[in-house]
């Protein structure tokens, strides 16, 4: 997703960025990445606003922000036993 993002913004593409950074927050947003996501709610504001698009150094500062997302969501899937799961006890 952060790829698809990263080449829209090289080609100056409105309408990928947009979907791009659309989708991209949502899946962060639901994994509460809450600085990811604003970021690319920003993102998705200018190149649906009709404004000035992001230009492709827009996406360096994500990277990192993305980056640690992904180490979280394995970091939790490691650790996950499955015990809220679990049928109550009687």
């Not at 979907?19 to 509460?32: D, F, I, R, W």
């Not at 009709?50 to 394995?74: K, M, Y």
């Amino acid at each position: 997703m952060y790829e698809r993002l990263r080449l829209a913004l090289g080609a100056c593409d409105r309408s990928a960025v947009s979907h791009a950074s659309h989708a991209l927050k949502g899946t962060a947003a639901l994994v509460g990445a809450v600085a990811l996501a604003a970021r690319l709610q920003e993102i998705e504001l200018a190149a649906g606003g009709g404004g000035t698009l992001p230009g492709p150094q827009s996406a360096e500062p994500l990277a990192p922000l993305f980056a640690q997302v992904l180490r979280d969501v394995a970091a939790s899937i490691a650790g996950y036993d499955g015990a809220d799961l679990a049928p109550p006890a009687p």
